[in-house]
């Protein structure tokens, strides 16, 4: 038996140390999530992209009651500019309130990878919680032994 040792280096930093990007990428993913449409769960997320071309781009969860109809704010975020993302900004609020660091599920991994790939390009994620954000150098880092379009070749 041999044994893998998977690592991810992630960069926590308190709120007030973001530069002015990630700052602003904070703060336009928690106003996305006070946009959300979420009458069922009531957890509201809210994501924001930095484009190449230096534009902010906000999606949130949408949900329906025929479940599973609805659509993570990740997804709508990322599918809308359909270019390349420089960074994915993801945040949740809970009865009006900022919760805690939240990542993304399965299925927007499995998407924020596939839009690294389809561009060339590592996404850095923002997770946003309360007091602390963590950076994460890239979606990948995010699914280890990723199933991917090489995969089907």
Known sequence: MKE???ETRVAVYAVGELDNIYRQLYEA????SKKAYAPYSK???GAAVLLENGEILSG???ENAAYPSGLC???TTLFYP??????LAIAAMKDGERVDLITPCGACRQVMLETEQRYNK???VLLCGKEEAYLV???TALLPFCFSKSDLI
Do not use: T, Y
Not at 29 to 32: H, I
Not at 82 to 87: E, F, L, R, S, T
């Open 4 to 6: 893998l040792k998977l």
């Open 29 to 32: 993913a928690f106003e996305a």
């Open 43 to 45: 957890f509201h997320v």
């Open 60 to 62: 949130n969860n949408q």
């Open 73 to 75: 704010a990740e997804r």
């Open 82 to 87: 359909d270019a390349a993302v420089q960074i």
């Open 122 to 124: 590592p996404m850095k």
């Open 137 to 139: 150098p890239s979606a």
